[in-house]
Nanobody, 120 residues
Framework: VQLQASGGGLVQPGGSLRLSCAAS????????MAWFRQAPGKERELVAR???????NYADSVKGRFTISRDNAKKTVYLQMNSLKPEDTAFYYC???????????????WGQGTLVTVSS
């Protein structure tokens, strides 16, 4: 299973960005999909998570500003980020809890990370 993230970049405070992450490979099923982020010198933290049924969870720091969604047919998860702040600057990583054909075991897979920089 491979995850390809895109959509990062430089944006001014108050601006918006939309991240995408597409899963590919020998995928039987994808359970939860999520976005994490890691700022320089800090630990990786959960930003938002969405179940296969659409139930979402958000970090308190992004509630009301970020929206996670997914397209199951496209095996893609999105993160709409509005009202961005300098403290949102980080590498953003997508994660998928998925099983491959021929296996009943679910594993967490990670994308390569995309950099979001919020600065004037």
């Amino acid at each position: 299973v491979q995850l390809q993230a895109s959509g990062g970049g430089l944006v001014q405070p108050g601006g918006s960005l939309r991240l995408s992450c597409a899963a590919s490979g020998n995928i039987f099923d994808i359970d939860t999909m999520a976005w994490f982020r890691q700022a320089p010198g800090k630990e990786r933290e959960l930003v938002a998570r969405i179940s296969s049924g659409g139930t979402t969870n958000y970090a308190d720091s992004v509630k009301g500003r970020f929206t996670i969604s997914r397209d199951n047919a496209k095996k893609t998860v999105y993160l709409q980020m509005n009202s961005l702040k300098p403290e949102d600057t980080a590498f953003y990583y997508c994660n998928a809890h998925a099983a491959e054909y021929g296996s009943s075991r679910y594993t967490h897979y990670w994308g390569q990370g995309t950099l979001v920089t919020v600065s004037s």
